[in-house]
């Protein structure tokens, strides 16, 4: 759906149509625009939209995925229905640091921080055109329970769903280490990247590093058969694109 007045109500917990420029009539009333509120309030968080602010201002490195604004869309949980509500022509930042979607609204050029409770899945669109999803990944939980609500990229999905590979973009916040004005130490807080790459194959996921001895190691049963085409195509194994044709081949024997 387009981000019209429907889809304002949903992430603007508090701002009223007249302020934003939108007729009432159009908007959703009564127990839908309730249940359109409760779906963004999930978790008892009474802050999940909220003006953009400068949280890390004076703070080394990026909390977000880019630092560009990226077209994309995100599906969210339609209340307590079972249904979900897509809202497309966005402009949007994933503040992974935080776990926040950050979004601009086109029609009032608002930017509003959104949490990811209610979060389905998110797509980004990368300046070279190419769409990247993220969601969560339901074996994650089992495989870390700290990964259980984090959300992945999805670099490759097998359409039988025999294979996966997805990588989970985070981010470390190093804190300033010194003391007195003579100390060597670190002067500022820094955001650090930690990438990790894991693939789901047969209900299981296995994390994986971006080489060959990792990748056979993920599947002992096919090993031979990769390590032989991983040969056969000359793959070094240090890239997205190898560890994604490697699986490839997997997921086709």
């Given amino acids: 759906m387009k981000f019209n007045a429907k ?14 420029g939108f ?18 309030a999930a978790g008892g ?10 949280r890390y201002e004076g703070v080394k490195g990026s909390p977000y995925f880019m630092e560009a604004w990226l077209p994309g869309e995100i599906e969210i949980k339609a209340g307590n229905t079972g249904k979900t509500e897509l809202f497309k022509d966005l402009k949007l930042k994933y503040d992974v640091f935080s776990n926040l979607l950050v979004a601009v609204i086109p029609q009032t050029k608002d930017t509003l921080q959104i949490s990811t409770l209610p979060v389905i899945s998110f797509r980004m669109e990368a300046p070279a055109g190419d769409k990247l999803e993220f969601r969560r990944i339901k074996e994650a939980r089992e495989l870390d329970p700290a990964l259980a ?19 989970r973009i985070a981010k470390k916040k190093i804190e300033a280490n010194f003391k007195g004005p003579y100390s060597a130490g670190q002067t500022y807080d820094e955001i650090v990247d930690e990438t990790s790459y894991y693939v789901v194959a047969n209900g299981k996921m296995k994390k994986v590093k971006l080489n060959k001895k990792s990748l056979l190691e993920a599947f002992p049963e096919k090993a031979d058969q990769i390590k032989s085409f991983i040969s056969s ?3 070094a194994m240090s890239s997205e694109a190898d560890l994604v044709k490697a699986v490839t081949y997997y997921q086709s024997i």
């Fill in 45 to 54: 968080n009474a802050a999940n939209v909220r003006i953009f602010d400068n």
């Fill in 7 to 20: 889809s304002l109500c949903v992430f603007t917990l508090g701002l009223t149509y007249s302020a934003l």
């Fill in 23 to 40: 007729s009432q009539t159009n908007a959703p009333q009564g127990m839908a625009a309730q249940m359109n509120l409760n779906t963004l």
């Fill in 149 to 167: 609500d984090a959300f992945f990229a999805v670099l490759y999905d097998s359409q039988n769903g025999k294979a996966t590979v997805v990588k």
């Fill in 233 to 235: 195509q000359k793959l």
